[in-house]
Each structure stands twice: as structure tokens, then as C-alpha cells.
């Protein structure tokens, strides 16, 4: 895997190796479709753990906020973003970078017709996100950053591979689950120009040579939790209580969930479940639950802020993640939500799904069942529920399996080591030829 030769005007430092390695980039520019994002609090722990190490951050977001609920620790990042402005603003700018680099460019959307004309939804997104990067790039030039890292296979990365193209500043991009599941953004060309190729799974990887990636080309690096909120929890927990935190959406199997609650209110176990998010599927879940009955045992109380997630993940008896596979190939990556429960000391029930039992191992740290079985979810549940001893063993083995395996500050320095090697290897390559 490659970057394409090109003049850096981007100078580097010499960072403190007291604090990072020498070769790692001080100022690195984050690319992601929407910042602040509810969902993407892993992303924010990352960025924190850069800033913590000594990088400046920087962070370019394709569209503007429009979400109501943000949560405090991105509020308290909202200064580094460098947003879209109107149309009448950013057309001078676009204009000038056309004509500071028109035939690079002119590559570059051709190779965005000839990769998505068959996708004409994705090819106008992809130019109106290639526009916006554009309009960025005197706010960007003033910050001279020294790499660029794009979540996301789709859009994000899209702009990062184009802005590396114009300004031979090295990128990677993190690919995690619908990205690559479901859509091919260039995903060959991203891989074969990038530094490097980042995923979230083992299982990714494998994934991922259908566009000719090969294993050692790319590094896992786990959407990791903070420990420091989210306190061990074993022997306080509420009784018969059962959490789930997702969006509500059809890959996260809440459609499985309500007909496997339907089955313990038959065989007369006791329980209470609540699943926190929202989503597209909430009409049709609400319909499954008046259709079975449980009303006053199933709660849907929408999005809530970290604090009351994380209160509900240290409360509940089991937490249940019954993710599946859509017909049209989605899945789930590996569940930061179910990480969050086990940090706690959860005993938790999830699915071979994807990645996901790279994380929950059956019978060492939570129990996992086939996806779409709600027979199995339902017997799993009752087991937990049932067996308060089996429950915190598995729970103390799921906080180790966390703790050593999918800390975010952990995985945030495995990230920029392997950045900070790519630009070592770069550096001894150019002292070599000279």
C-alpha cells in the first residue's frame, strides 16, 4: 500500500519525545461526515487521547451540526472544527483551488465518474463533499497539518484521499461496517493511495481483500471505550432488569429482541428491558410490542446523553445486543455500546455477528447466540437471569477482556504508532536517496 509521490508544502516539526515518538505527526486533521455526532463518541475519544499525547487536532466536518443532542465531551472539542459555509461563501474558494490545481482535479473527478456512475446518488454526494473539503483547504493550509485520517470508507475518506492527492500530505482512513458492508466508495483506489489502511476488526480485514488489501497492509485498531466513566459494577445491580443501547435500526435486531421477550412473559420470567436510542425502526418495534403485550416490561425512551447510558449500563442485570445481518449485507462492526456494558462488569448476551465475537467469547465473558434466533436469545437471557453466579463471572471476564483488549487511549496510541512508522519509514527513504 502507497501514497502517490507528490511535493509536501506542508512542513513537519520535530515533535517532543518525551511525549510522542520522534517520528509521529504533530498536527493531524480529522475528516467525518458530521461533527459533533451522537453515535460516533469513539471517534471523540480518540481525538482526546491525540490532543492528551501532544498532537493538535483539527477537524473537518462535511456537513454542519444539526443534531439537538450533543454530548459534553464533543461540545468541548466544537473550537478545532472547520465547517461548510454557504454556497456564496465557498464558491471564490473552490474557484481559486480549481485554478491552483486544475489538472489534479481533473483526475480526480474523473476518477470519481469512472468509480461511481453506476451510483449516481453516491457520485453527487461524493462531489458535494469533495466541493466542501475544497472550500476548507486556506483554513486547513493554515493549520499545515501533517496527516490526514478519514473515518469512514464513504465520503470522509473520499475527500481525505482527494486533499492528499492535491497537497501530498499522507492520509488513512478507518473503515468500520455499512461503509464497506454495504458500499464501494473507491475503496480499492483509497486502499492502493493511503499510507495505510485502518479497520476495527480482525474480521474486517479478511473482508476487505475482496478490493486486494492484504493483512499486512492493514492495522486493527478496536473503537475503544474510557474507563475512567465507566466504574466496575459486579454485585449492585437491579433485579430482572435488562438494557440494550442502539440505534434503531434493522442490523441491531431489536426485531428479534421484542419476539424473545415475548418468550420469557410465556414461560413467566420475570424482567423489565429498556432500549435507549433512536431510529427508523421505532413505529414498527412499538407495533411488535402492543401486538405482544409488554407494554409495561419493554420501554423505548429514545437518545439519551452519556451520563444516563452509562448509568443504565452499570444498573442493568444483563445487557443484550441481538445484532444481525440485513438481507442487503449490513451488519454491525463490533458495538461500542456492548464494549461500554462489559467495561461496567455486564454479564451480556450478543450474536456472531461480524466482529462481535472477537469481543464476547462464549461461556469465558458473556454468552453469544446465532443471529435472528429468538428462541436462542430468549433461552440466553433466561439462563443469565436466572444464575446470578454465572452472571458476575462472566461479567469480571468481560471487564478484563475490555480493559486489556479495547481501552480507547490503548488503541488511540496504536494508531499513532502506526502513523508515526509510516513517517519514519518515509523519512529514512528520503535520507537514503539523498
Known amino acids: 500500500m502507497g501514497h502517490r509521490n507528490g511535493a509536501q508544502f506542508f512542513a513537519p516539526r520535530i515533535p517532543s519525545p518525551v511525549i510522542l515518538p520522534s517520528s509521529a505527526p504533530q498536527r493531524v486533521l480529522y475528516l467525518v461526515s458530521l461533527f459533533p455526532c451522537w453515535s460516533e463518541t469513539f471517534i471523540v475519544r480518540e481525538i482526546e487521547r491525540f490532543i492528551e499525547r501532544g498532537v493538535d487536532v483539527r477537524i473537518l466536518s462535511l456537513k454542519a451540526p444539526s443534531e439537538s443532542l450533543v454530548q459534553r465531551r464533543a461540545e468541548a472539542l466544537m473550537s478545532r472544527v472547520i465547517g461548510p459555509s454557504t454556497v456564496v461563501l465557498e464558491a471564490p474558494v473552490v474557484v481559486l483551488e480549481c485554478l491552483r490545481h486544475p489538472l489534479r482535479l481533473l483526475l480526480i473527478v474523473a476518477e470519481l465518474f469512472a468509480g461511481l456512475w453506476r451510483q449516481p446518488s453516491a457520485l453527487l454526494k461524493s462531489l458535494v463533499a469533495l466541493w466542501r473539503g475544497l472550500a476548507a483547504m486556506p483554513a486547513i493550509r493554515r493549520f499545515q497539518p501533517e496527516w490526514l485520517h478519514a473515518h469512514w470508507a464513504t465520503y470522509p475518506s473520499t475527500v481525505a484521499w482527494a486533499l492528499s492527492r492535491l497537497s501530498g500530505v499522507p492520509f488513512s482512513f478507518t473503515a468500520h461496517a455499512h461503509d464497506i458492508f454495504v458500499e464501494d466508495q473507491l475503496i480499492a483506489a483509497k486502499l492502493s493511495d493511503a499510507a495505510m489502511g485502518i479497520t476495527i476488526s480482525r ?11 492484504k493483512p499486512e497492509q492493514l492495522h486493527v485498531v478496536h473503537c475503544g471505550v474510557d474507563f475512567s466513566e465507566l466504574a466496575e459494577n459486579l454485585d449492585a445491580r437491579a433485579l430482572a432488569s435488562i438494557a440494550s443501547v442502539g440505534r434503531l435500526d434493522p442490523i441491531k435486531g431489536f426485531d428479534v429482541l421484542v419476539p424473545a421477550l415475548a418468550l420469557l ?30 407494554q409495561g416490561q419493554l420501554d423505548f425512551p429514545g437518545a439519551k446523553p452519556q451520563e444516563t447510558v452509562r448509568a443504565a449500563l ?21 458495538p461500542v455500546a456492548l464494549m461500554e456494558a462489559m467495561a461496567t462488569g455486564a454479564a451480556v448476551v450478543s450474536t456472531t455477528v461480524s466482529g462481535i465475537p472477537e469481543l464476547v467469547r462464549h461461556e469465558e465473558n458473556g454468552l453469544v447466540v446465532a443471529p435472528g434466533d429468538a428462541v436462542a436469545l430468549a433461552d440466553a437471557l433466561q439462563r443469565l437471569l436466572a444464575d446470578g453466579a454465572l452472571r458476575r463471572k462472566l461479567g469480571a471476564a468481560a471487564r ?14 496504536t494508531l499513532l504508532r502506526a502513523m508515526a512508522q509510516h513517517l519514519a519509514t518515509v523519512g529514512e527513504r528520503v535520507a537514503h536517496a539523498r
Not at 418495534?285 to 409488554?294: D, I, P, T, V
Not at 486489556?404 to 490503548?410: G, I
Request: proline share 5%; charged share 25%.
Open 314 to 334: 452499570s444498573d442493568a442485570t444483563i445487557f443484550v445486543m441481538p445484532s444481525v445481518k440485513t438481507p442487503e449485507g449490513n451488519q454491525d462492526g463490533i
Open 400 to 413: 478484563q477482556t475490555v480493559a486489556r483488549e479495547f481501552d480507547a487511549r490503548t488503541e488511540a496510541d
Open 265 to 294: 412473559k410465556e414461560r413467566g420470567v420475570p424482567f423489565h428491558c429498556t432500549v435507549i436510542g433512536e431510529g427508523p425502526q421505532r413505529a414498527q418495534l412499538e407495533g411488535q410490542r402492543a401486538s405482544a403485550s409488554l
Open 203 to 213: 474480521y474486517n480485514v479478511k473482508y476487505l481483500a475482496r478490493w486486494g488489501a
